[in-house]
């Protein structure tokens, strides 16, 4: 599986930004995708994830300003980010994860987008 996402870059503080991921090869048909962070001396940490039956997940810091969605047939997931912040700079990672019985779990990722927010 091959992750290729796409829309990082500097914006200022209250701005918005689109990332976009698109994920080929071996899709199964119950997955997970969406994306995480990962801040400078932090840990990678997920900001929103949307599983193939439309279910989300955001992190409490991004609840209210980032919106995920996905186009399942295209195999593509989108954050729309919005209002952020200077706490929202990090290099965004795309995640895709299938979900398969009886099969350990497995992520794939993507290569990363660096997002900055200045204040």
């Known amino acids: 599986v091959q992750l290729q996402a796409c829309g990082g870059g500097l914006v200022q503080a209250g701005g918005s930004l689109r990332l976009s991921c698109t994920a080929s090869?071996?899709?199964?048909?119950?997955?997970?995708m969406g994306w995480y962070r990962q801040a400078p001396g932090n840990s990678r940490e997920l900001v929103a994830v949307?599983?193939?039956?439309?279910?989300?997940t955001y992190s409490d810091s991004v609840k209210g300003r980032f919106t995920i969605s996905r186009d399942n047939p295209k195999n593509t997931v989108d954050l729309q980010m919005d209002n952020l912040s200077p706490e929202d700079t990090a290099v965004y990672y795309c995640?895709?994860?299938?979900?398969?019985?009886?099969?350990?779990?497995?992520?794939?990722w993507g290569t990363g987008t660096l997002v900055t927010v200045s204040s």
């Open positions: 995640n895709y994860r299938p979900v398969e019985i009886y099969t350990p779990i497995k992520d794939y």
């Open positions: 090869g071996r899709i199964v048909n119950t997955n997970r």
């Open positions: 949307v599983t193939s039956g439309g279910s989300t």
